[in-house]
């Protein structure tokens, strides 16, 4: 991750948060000549010791959305893949990574797939993540990420109407500006990728 960043840093990129992106797309603001977004799904422990610190030594941003229900508690979704009692983080180390720049975005209550689920538990689980998110925060949480990156025209709209400004879901594509703002692309970057 840290030589990742070394090459976007010497390159002269900038760093963004999905809000500020979505914003700046939907009111027409100017981007960065040659900008990436940084971002984190799930909420793990390990966000705050392993990439929170390579971020910060490089100035950087970045958003990490969080499966608000699992806060202090363990990835108990991950337990068909033996990672079920992996940390997440907890409120405090929330508060802290929003203080420090890093934005909070919601990712569910529960990380189910959200298109799989009739339209009230979705509502739930997206509505209820935000609410979670807010009240530890104490402030507005506008960006969404898709569990497992599925979505649909259902979801994309209950994510609209609980009140987020975007989403990003996972299409191994860039995001171009034209893209609607609740169905984000995305691409996994993992450790395979040399700088």
């Given at each position: 991750f840290?030589?990742?960043?070394?090459?976007?840093s010497a390159q002269g990129y900038s760093v963004l948060n999905a809000g500020d992106y979505a914003a700046r797309v939907r009111t027409g603001a100017s981007l960065p000549e040659k900008f990436v977004v940084i971002t984190f799904d799930d909420g793990l422990q390990d966000f705050l010791t392993?990439?929170?610190?390579?971020?910060?030594?490089?100035?950087?941003?970045a958003t990490l959305y969080v499966v608000a229900g699992l806060v202090g508690q363990t990835s108990r979704w991950l337990a068909p893949l033996g990672e079920g009692d992996r940390p997440m983080l907890t409120a405090v180390e929330l508060q802290h990574l929003a203080a420090s720049g890093i934005e909070i975005?919601?990712?569910?209550?529960?990380?189910?797939?959200?298109d799989t689920l009739p339209h009230r538990a979705a509502r739930d689980e997206i509505e209820g993540s935000r609410v979670v998110l807010e009240k530890i925060l104490e402030t507005s949480v506008v960006s969404f990420a898709y569990p497992h990156g599925y979505n649909s025209r259902k979801t994309r709209?209950?994510?609209?109407e609980a009140g987020y400004s975007s989403a990003v879901r996972v299409r191994e594509a860039f995001s171009e500006p034209g893209e609607c703002a609740y169905g984000m692309s995305r691409l996994v970057i993992t450790e395979d990728l040399d700088p």
């Open positions: 840290s030589s990742q960043l070394a090459v976007l392993g990439a929170f610190p390579i971020l910060r030594d490089f100035g950087f941003t975005g919601g990712h569910s209550v529960t990380h189910p797939e959200l709209q209950i994510v609209k």
